[in-house]
């Protein structure tokens, strides 16, 4: 099973950047797609970003733009970039390791973090 240790949640005026950190364990990192979800109380958690087994790259309408994501196989870790961040962005954040299924998908992954909070201020 993949551990996954998430880190560079904070705080963050409207407008401002912050990257997020995911490290995960295992030789065969390279062989996992990685997604990342979003989560709000009282909500489902959402798909935000995705990194495909195969080097495609998939992003929510909502972040589309202002978020990159990346894969440094080398480090075991995946990244998350986000620019021009809004208020409505804030939630828990979470990173996820599958090895199959619809990337935008929950029931895909059977890893995942312990999520890192993100609160943008307007």
Do not use: H
Not at 71 to 89: G, H, I
Not at 97 to 109: L, V
């Amino acid at each position: 099973q993949v551990q996954l240790v998430e880190s560079g949640g904070g705080l963050v005026q409207a407008g401002g950047s912050l990257r997020l950190s995911c490290a995960a364990s295992g030789r065969t990192f390279s062989s996992y797609g990685m997604g990342w979800f979003r989560q709000v109380p009282g909500k489902e958690r959402e798909f935000v970003a995705a990194i495909s087994w195969n080097g495609g790259f998939y992003y929510a309408d909502s972040v589309k733009g202002r978020f990159t994501a990346s894969r440094d196989n080398a480090k075991n870790t995946v990244y998350l970039q986000m620019n021009s961040l809004k208020p409505e962005d804030t939630a828990i954040y979470y990173c996820a390791a599958g090895r199959s299924g619809p990337y935008y998908s929950t029931e895909t992954y059977n890893s995942w973090g312990q999520g890192t909070q993100v609160t943008v201020s307007s």
